[in-house]
């Protein structure tokens, strides 16, 4: 069977058919499906068929994986997944994973184990398409921009934690990490700018905190237009990609009390660089245990 590309959305999302991801791929299916993120930025595989290992290896198809997490530790005594679970963690906010280290993964994936009987999507929005929406004036101030991203705001405290909750926001931030990027980021595969921001953005280098917490949610704005997102309604052993770099995603949190439980394995990223071609720099901690740099362009 030949490789389906099937487009969800005009700005965002493809449905992927025809590739097994249990079997080894051939280099023209990894080109293939490395071509589809670039142009869809989120595919989705339906039975997928794949435990922790098997996740590992597809997300290796597309370079060196990171660990689970730089403070959070890796579920079931695996290296490299992060259990996204419901029991310990609702992230119901808009962010780009890990932003907080000089390189932040380039992919991220997230494979269903436990689904809920309604609700639970994960929303994925189109940074690339956000920055073009951007009027002129407010796309060249953000060319110029450089931003703090930080771990001591975690995304995912919920409004009435309980003690898993309490314990894993403790484990977030029991090692501070703070990053400087570009506020436009230009993909190295592509060449698209896109808003690199999120729920861990905290503070415009030269602005002052009310400022820059002005300036960020007018671009965010941007950034979550319906038009922009995918929202995926997850099925049981689905499989979902997607390009950390020019993406943000949001955990919905309208099950109810009902587990839901995804694993994410990511793929090791470059370091960023802005429109000046300025690279990102680590500020506070050191993330060579999670993540290696990518030197090249996969």
Known sequence: ????????????????????????????????????????????????????????????????????HPNVPAADGTTNVLAVD????????????????????????LRSVVVPPHGGETLIANAAAAYRDLPEPLRALAD?????????????????????RQEYDRVFVSTPYEAEH??????????????????????????SSSDSADLLRVLQSYVTRPENILRWTWSPNQLLIFDNRITQHYGVDNYDDHP????????????????????????????????????AAA
């Open 144 to 164: 110029s921009l450089r931003v703090v991203h930080t771990n001591q705001y975690d995304y995912a405290r919920p409004s009435a934690a309980t003690a898993a």
């Open 260 to 295: 839901r439980r995804l694993n994410r394995v990511t793929v090791a990223g470059e370091v960023p660089a802005g429109v000046d071609g300025r690279p990102s720099v680590q500020l506070v901690g050191d993330a060579s245990h999670y993540t290696g740099v990518l030197e």
């Open 182 to 207: 570009p506020v436009v980021r230009v993909h190295p595969l592509t060449g698209e700018r896109g808003l690199f921001i999120g729920g861990f953005a905290r503070r415009i280098t030269g602005l």
């Open 1 to 68: 069977m030949p490789v389906s590309i099937r487009k969800l959305t005009s700005r965002i999302g493809a449905v992927v058919e025809g590739v097994d991801l249990t079997a080894s791929p051939d280099p023209s299916t990894i080109t293939t499906l490395r071509q589809a993120l670039n142009e869809h930025k989120a595919l989705v595989f339906d039975q997928a068929n794949l435990d922790n290992p098997g996740q590992e290896r597809v997300a290796g198809w597309f370079g060196e994986l990171t660990t689970a």
């Open 86 to 109: 419901s029991e310990t963690s609702k992230a119901n906010e808009w962010h780009t994973d890990v932003t907080f280290v000089v390189n932040p993964p380039q992919v991220t994936t």
